[in-house]
């Protein structure tokens, strides 16, 4: 056991860090400021969450999702407070992966490192999904065709086609489908599905835009980081001017009947799109990985995670509300909800749908851009560590960037492009980072930050902690009675049985070893907001942890660095 739970020193990684940079052939440029991290936060952030997922969440949650906003911020600000004094104690890229390793263990640290492809790579899927659902939009508002069966995956179109050819045999017509609450994303999934060319009767489908652009993000990454964070610096200047002209001119055609039942579905209803609402928050934290790369990472990775939580929460509220406010939350649930709520559907103000297309296939480009800058280089540091091979490691002798790592990134994405749904890859990408952000809040509570220049404000949780604790189950067990009286399902049962056991744990040692109040909050959230992605999602997530079990105790355990070092 002490081995699985081996820490790697703060010395010997920012040790490893600077020998690393010393090597021409290896070490990575330091060009970065405030303004770029920034802009790089920024440009993660504010991208599918606000062209795409906010739809489905507004779908599920009405009006009302503008709250579920604000409290995912809150829940994201705890995470990024730690998230900030780790990278000032610990200025080594790698993000939650190196902090796990020099706070909670080798095998921590190879569990969160393995999420995290989840984060960046799977959920780089997301992004040139809902990339390539406003590309065929704008392309069509030019009158340009572009066939549906090459613009959406394999499984929305299966999906699509087995609910509406029912529907459309039984009499029912295209018109009357609303009626019966079939979105419009599913009658395309049919269209596309009927109408795709077969071999041996099986219809050819597949999202080629999302894997166009994957590739080209893919080979801007390649090249330089220089090179990245000029495309992102100009990209999201274009994406906050499209912003607020949605805001400003969408507030001119705000229905208030539309902003009532303001939660329509109520709290559960709400509740549904937490991953989507949370996903949209999601990127914060990929500057983290780029710390090797900062002019002085102490100073500015802090403040440039706190700059870009904060711009983009109150754009996601001011959106969630005028998207809201302008269409029924009922005909939201479409891969390109702007472009949809002023187009003849919504607002009819073509001009804007026409920008808000445009703008878009811009602005997720940056977001694709920093997933697939943060993803190789979590790789290259697990590979500098021995937990993966070498060749991960590696850097390109001229561009200094990790060209395997990136390279393989790119074959990640792209492929599943083609056939898995937006939905799934949200979900995802959701439990896999909040577990990401549960561990990081965990793990300041376990490091020497004696000579950060950034520090959590210690507030003592023995005394404030068990009165959240009281407070947070109350809520939990009068609105789920269910849970008490053994009514609940099995699955929603053992989910929340295991969050008691974790909470309660936590509980008992915040007690005694008198820990700070914000990691706890912070990880209190983080880890109940995972309780609300269903047991399916759980299902997942553990598979994907017993795979990534098998890869290092067969590989990473045997051929650690640090173990070696030990010996």
């Known amino acids: 056991m002490r081995e699985?739970?081996?820490?790697?020193?703060?010395?010997?990684?920012?040790?490893?860090?600077s020998e690393s940079a010393t090597h021409s052939a290896h070490g990575l440029k330091k060009s970065l400021n405030v303004v770029d991290l920034t802009s790089l936060g920024i440009a993660a952030v504010l991208g599918a969450g606000i062209f795409s997922t906010i739809g489905a969440a507004a779908y599920h949650g009405g009006p009302a999702v503008s709250l579920l906003f604000v409290f995912t911020?809150?829940?994201?600000?705890?995470?990024?407070?730690?998230?900030?004094?780790?990278?000032?104690?610990?200025p080594a890229s790698g993000s939650a992966y190196t902090y796990a390793y020099a706070s909670l263990g080798e095998l921590v640290a190879w569990f969160i490192g393995w999420t995290l492809i989840m984060e960046y790579a799977i959920g780089n899927i997301a992004v040139a999904i809902s990339w390539s659902d406003y590309f065929t939009a704008l392309l069509y508002q030019y009158n340009i065709p572009f066939p549906a069966y090459f613009s959406m995956d394999f499984v929305t179109a299966k999906k699509g086609y087995e609910l509406v050819q029912p529907l459309l045999?039984?009499?029912?017509?295209?018109?009357?489908?609303?009626?019966?609450?079939?979105?419009?994303?599913?009658?395309?999934?049919?269209?596309?599905?009927?109408?795709?060319?077969?071999?041996?009767?099986?219809?050819?489908?597949?999202?080629?835009?999302?894997?166009?652009?994957?590739?080209?993000?893919?080979?801007?990454?390649?090249i330089g980081i220089k090179e990245s964070k000029r495309v992102a610096n100009a990209m999201v200047l274009l994406?906050?001017?499209?912003?607020?002209?949605?805001?400003?001119?969408?507030?001119?055609?705000?229905?208030?009947?539309?902003?009532?039942?303001?939660?329509?579905?109520?709290?559960?209803?709400?509740l549904k799109g937490i991953s989507g609402v949370f996903f949209a928050y999601i990127g914060f934290d990929a500057i983290s990985t780029t710390a090797e790369e900062c002019k002085n990472p102490k100073r500015d990775l802090p403040r440039a995670m706190f700059y870009a939580l904060g711009i983009c929460t109150f754009l996601y509220v001011m959106m969630s509300l005028v998207l809201t406010g302008v269409a029924s939350y009922k005909f939201l649930n479409v891969g390109d909800p702007l472009a949809y709520v002023f187009g003849p559907e919504g607002a009819n103000v073509p001009?804007?749908?026409?920008?808000?297309?445009?703008?878009?296939?811009?602005?997720?480009?940056?977001?694709?851009?920093?997933?697939?800058?943060?993803?190789p280089r979590i790789w290259m540091v697990m590979g500098r560590d021995g937990l993966l091979p070498q060749k991960f490691a590696e850097l390109h002798p001229k561009h200094k960037t990790p060209w395997f790592s990136t390279i393989l990134t790119g074959v990640l994405v792209g492929l599943p492009c083609l056939f898995m749904n937006l939905t799934e890859v949200t979900d995802l990408t959701s439990i896999g980072t909040l577990f990401a952000f549960f561990i990081v809040c965990i793990g300041i509570l376990f490091i020497d930050s004696s000579e950060a220049k950034f520090k959590v404000f210690y507030i003592n949780g023995?005394?404030?902690?068990?009165?959240?604790?009281?407070?947070?189950?109350y809520y939990i067990f009068t609105s789920r009675p269910d849970l008490l009286a053994g009514t609940a399902p099995f699955g929603d049962s053992l989910i929340f049985a295991a969050y008691f056991v974790v909470m309660t744990t936590i509980l008992i040692l915040a007690v005694i070893k008198q820990w700070s109040l914000i990691p706890l909050l912070g990880a209190t959230t983080c880890s109940y907001l995972m309780t609300e992605l269903g047991v399916v999602n759980w299902i997942r997530f553990g598979m994907w942890l017993a795979v990534g079990a098998v890869l290092y105790f067969s590989y990473g355990y045997r051929k650690s660095l640090l173990a070696q070092k030990d010996s």
Do not use: M
């Open 4 to 17: 699985l739970l081996r820490k790697k020193p703060i010395n010997r990684v920012l040790s490893d860090s």
């Open 351 to 375: 001009w804007v749908s026409a920008v808000v297309s445009g703008s878009a296939v811009i602005a997720l480009f940056s977001v694709l851009l920093v997933f697939q800058l943060g993803q």
């Open 73 to 90: 911020a809150i829940a994201c600000g705890f995470s990024a407070l730690c998230y900030a004094q780790f990278a000032s104690t610990i």
């Open 169 to 222: 045999a039984s009499g029912l017509s295209f018109d009357q489908l609303a009626e019966q609450h079939v979105s419009q994303a599913s009658i395309l999934g049919y269209e596309a599905y009927r109408t795709a060319p077969q071999i041996f009767g099986f219809p050819l489908v597949g999202d080629l835009p999302a894997v166009a652009v994957n590739i080209f993000a893919t080979y801007i990454v390649y």
């Open 462 to 473: 023995r005394w404030f902690f068990p009165p959240v604790f009281a407070l947070l189950f």
């Open 239 to 270: 994406k906050i001017l499209v912003v607020l002209l949605v805001i400003g001119v969408g507030a001119f055609y705000i229905e208030p009947k539309n902003l009532s039942p303001f939660a329509p579905n109520g709290l559960g209803g709400v």
